[in-house]
């Protein structure tokens, strides 16, 4: 048996699955604003008890990687190892873009639409109009990488003259405007992250023990964090 405890929280979206041999058995999740370090916990005992077993059964913890929202991925991480040191148990550490796009690729909206000409652009929203976001085909392999894009009427172009292309993630929408004028591009709203997604590379990872460091393992900001300037009356930062 191969028990696994995924924690997605690399955007708005914490979510928390129990997964027994790539099958979720249970999941909690919530798309509320700033709601991870509250709810994090609670769900991961609420997954645990509502699928019959104990903490100690657990045979692996699953973490989305990012890239994403920087405090997100800093309390799903911290969770993880947390539960992992305690329980003596490996950590797995899975793309949250590549997750993303198992998820949009088993949504109803994409069953017609799947071919070896159409590839997979997961969006996750970095402020303003830069994304995070990668190319997939079909069957998860990614065709360009992890990189930060600033989303312009030219962007993905050079793929579209001979692919369709479909994005979808908590980024995309706001590109709607942007890359309308191209008709190989379709954007597909309400793609939202999720633990879930995460069972077959988790269930792949654990069984030919792909596991990282405990110990040493960081997130993939993608970006350095950029802390804002306290706005409070009466306190000076020095430049």
Known sequence: MSLILAIETATEVCSVSLINKGLPLATRESAGSNEHSKLLTPFINEVVLESGFNL???????????????????????????????????????????????????DEIFQLQQDNKTLYCPMIDARRMEVYTALFDQNFNEIKPVQAVVINENSFAEVTTQTQLIIFGNGASKCRDILMHNKNITIVDNIRASAK???????????????????????????????????????????
């Open 197 to 239: 997604a995460m069972a077959l590379f988790a269930e792949s990872s654990y069984q030919s023990r792909d596991f990282v460091n405990t110990a040493y393992f960081e997130p993939f900001y993608l970006k350095d964090f950029i802390a804002g300037k306290p706005n409070v009356k009466g306190l000076h930062v020095k430049e």
């Open 56 to 106: 100690n059964e657990i045979n692996a913890v699953a973490v989305s990687m990012g890239p994403g929202s920087y405090t997100g991925l800093r309390i799903g991480v911290s969770a993880a190892k947390g539960l992992c040191f305690s329980l003596d148990i490996p950590l797995i550490a899975i793309s949250t873009l590549k997750a993303l796009t198992y998820k949009a690729l088993n």
